[in-house]
């Protein structure tokens, strides 16, 4: 299996901060990478596919970017809704597998 | 609107078995596949299997680690999919969320509400 690692775990920010958070594949997934947004008590989110498109509805103040092993997901300017967990995940191959989690808190 | 809405909590014992249903509204069921992904309390997402969906049956294909307890199923007569997970164990605890994908791509743009299952003598 794939294994998906991201950092950091958690960061603390404010409104208005730029976030970037970094996901890295234990193999080359080429471009084959998802980001998911998952506030307390709610199902996650499709938030970006195919490492950097961005999904119908979502702010465009997210982006995401990448490809082989390393990815990021960039918030540009932090809003008090954006406040969550953060998954990314590989579908190059099955299973498909998630990074552990970043916790996005408030500082 | 697409909408997926799963079924109500559990409380199992060890040893049992329990099936969670996810009904599919807004949409041609048998145009997508539906996976199961589970969450442990305070853990990340860990994804379970996926079925295939047409009007006369549904391929599947399961983590290997769920292999052998697990089974998917769905009724294109009402839209719904099923899974269920046999011989609970008390990490089995957790939320499963069934989640819609495309053509096999296994990239989840609708979730249901989750079911929580919870397993205890």
């Known amino acids: 299996d794939i294994q998906m690692t991201q950092s950091p775990s958690s960061l603390s920010a404010s409104v208005e901060d730029r976030v970037t958070i970094t996901c890295r594949a234990s193999q080359s997934i080429n471009t084959y990478l998802n980001w998911y947004q998952q506030i307390p008590g709610k199902a996650p989110k499709l938030l970006i596919s195919?490492?950097?498109s961005l999904q119908s509805g979502v702010p465009s103040r997210f982006s995401g970017s990448g490809s082989g092993t390393d990815f990021t997901l960039t918030i540009s300017s932090l809003q008090p809704e954006d406040f969550a967990t953060y998954y990314c995940?590989?579908?190059?191959?099955?299973?498909?597998?998630f990074g552990g989690g970043t916790k996005v808190e408030i500082k | 609107q697409v909408q997926l809405v799963q079924s109500g909590a559990e409380v199992k014992k060890p040893g049992a078995s329990v099936q969670v249903s996810c009904k599919a509204s807004?949409?041609?069921?048998?145009?997508?596949?539906i996976s199961w992904v589970r969450q442990a309390p305070e853990q990340g997402l860990e994804w379970m299997g996926w079925?295939?969906?047409?009007?006369?049956?549904?391929?599947?294909h399961y983590a290997q680690k769920f292999q052998d307890r697990v089974t998917l199923t769905t009724d294109a007569s009402t839209s719904t999919a099923y899974m269920e997970l046999r011989s609970l164990r008390s990490d089995d605890t957790a939320l499963y969320y069934c989640?819609?994908?495309?053509?096999?791509?296994?990239?989840?743009?609708?979730w249901g509400q989750g079911t929580l299952v919870t397993v205890s003598s």
């Open positions: 995940q590989q579908t190059y191959s099955t299973p498909p597998t």
């Open positions: 989640a819609r994908e495309y053509a096999g791509s296994q990239v989840f743009d609708y």
């Open positions: 079925i295939r969906i047409n009007a006369y049956n549904g391929n599947t």
């Open positions: 807004g949409y041609t069921f048998t145009n997508y596949g």
């Open positions: 195919a490492a950097s």
